[in-house]
């Protein structure tokens, strides 16, 4: 007896260990995971044109060597016309924000000026905002001091890259192995899951890239036609914006509109209303009509999984909660969802929506008059 829960307990003891040490471990590498789940997003997205080439009689590893070099010289070309002027423009900013942010605190200042309260408390003691502003060469030094880790940064992107250039020329086995964690009967499903998640991924890419560069370049031609210093950062950044669905270009709406507001109030309300209007008309007409065929995702959906997966994982989490939603209703819609028919459906959202009364069994939504009432009625 004593023996026999002696091995029970020691049973549970190797479990609890085993558990923690694999939680420890997925702790530690989750990062890693995250970067070989954002692989497996840009392999598949090349695997589109790589599959293409190989209809027509292209063999796999040739196809796959073309699209891979193709999207490492458009990587090259675009950093290289560029990002030199974004590095330019960023000195610029540099030199200039203290001056901007002088005008800008005497703006604020001139608006509370009324307040003495307030306006004494933003000019005593630290003088200013300016004034709190570090130096060029403090900002400077403090980039220095991370080129080591920019050297591991580059490095990583080179693991990478080799990770996706390996998973596009042979992908067979991967994919095998993937198959081989479901059981027999559950592997067709298995892989009309995939299938279906690649699908969104891709339109998911594609349009991130066709309504990022008609952002970019309206972006850039307003804020040049505004005299806006930094119009190659702006756009820079709006073309990577759709990767954080909906909020993403109002965040990348807020540094030039700052700026705008240290030039002159009324070119701040222009910058304001030019970037609220540009993201209504995309993210209502365009980017929808661009999707409409591939992701059909709800934005609630995509709004909580991204400030679930920033929360914990960062900015890398934003990058990859669009894709992880797709994964998660592909995988949801053929192994757990339930479909009934298109009528019974909607009369239950009907239903839930308006509250609508089923009188065959006299079913009615409270609506808070008394039923006396109603019958005097």
Not at 177 to 194: D, G, I, N, P, Q
Request: with cysteine; charged share 15%.
């Amino acid at each position: 007896m004593m023996n026999a829960e002696y091995k029970n307990l020691s049973k549970l003891i190797y479990l609890a260990a085993g558990l923690f040490v694999t939680i420890w471990f997925a702790y530690e590498v989750i990062q890693v995971i995250l970067l070989f789940f954002f692989a497996i997003v840009i392999t598949i997205v090349l695997n589109a044109p790589t599959a293409w080439l190989e209809k027509r009689k292209v063999r796999r590893t040739l196809a796959a060597l073309i699209v891979f070099f193709v999207f490492l010289i458009f990587l090259t070309a675009l950093g290289w016309l560029i990002i030199p002027k974004i590095v330019y423009q960023v000195q610029l900013l540099i030199a200039d924000l203290p001056q901007l942010l002088r005008n800008l605190n005497h703006r604020i200042t001139s608006w509370l000026g009324e307040n003495a309260s307030i306006n004494d408390q933003i000019q005593s003691g630290t003088g200013g905002i300016s004034e709190q502003l570090p130096s060029a060469q403090i900002i400077l030094s403090g980039i220095s001091r991370y080129s080591l880790s920019f050297l591991g940064s580059i490095l990583l992107f080179i693991f990478f890259l080799c990770l996706v250039a390996y998973m596009l020329i042979n992908p067979r086995p991967l994919l095998e192995l993937y198959l081989s964690f479901f059981t027999e009967s559950k592997r067709e499903k298995a892989a009309v899951a995939f299938a279906n998640a690649s699908v969104m991924t891709i339109g998911w890419m594609w349009s991130n890239v066709v309504a990022g560069g008609i952002r970019a370049v309206i972006v850039f031609f307003f804020l040049l036609f505004m005299n806006i210093p930094g119009v190659w950062i702006w756009a820079g950044v709006t073309f990577f914006a759709e990767l954080i669905p909906r909020i993403g270009f109002y965040i990348m709406a807020v540094p030039p509109i700052l700026i705008a507001l240290s030039i002159d109030p009324v070119t701040a309300m222009w910058v304001a209303v030019f970037y609220l209007v540009l993201d209504e008309i995309m993210g209502d007409f365009v980017i929808p009509h661009i999707r409409a065929s591939t992701m059909k995702i709800h934005p609630v959906s995509l709004l909580v999984m991204l400030l679930a997966m920033v929360t914990v994982f960062g900015l890398m989490g934003a990058l990859i909660a669009t894709p992880l939603t797709a994964f998660i209703k592909a995988y949801y819609e053929a192994f757990f969802e339930k479909k009934a028919a298109p009528e019974t459906t909607k009369h239950q959202v009907d239903l839930m929506l308006y509250r609508d009364t089923d009188k065959k069994n006299g079913i009615r939504p409270h609506s808070g008059i008394d039923e006396d009432t109603e019958k005097k009625e």
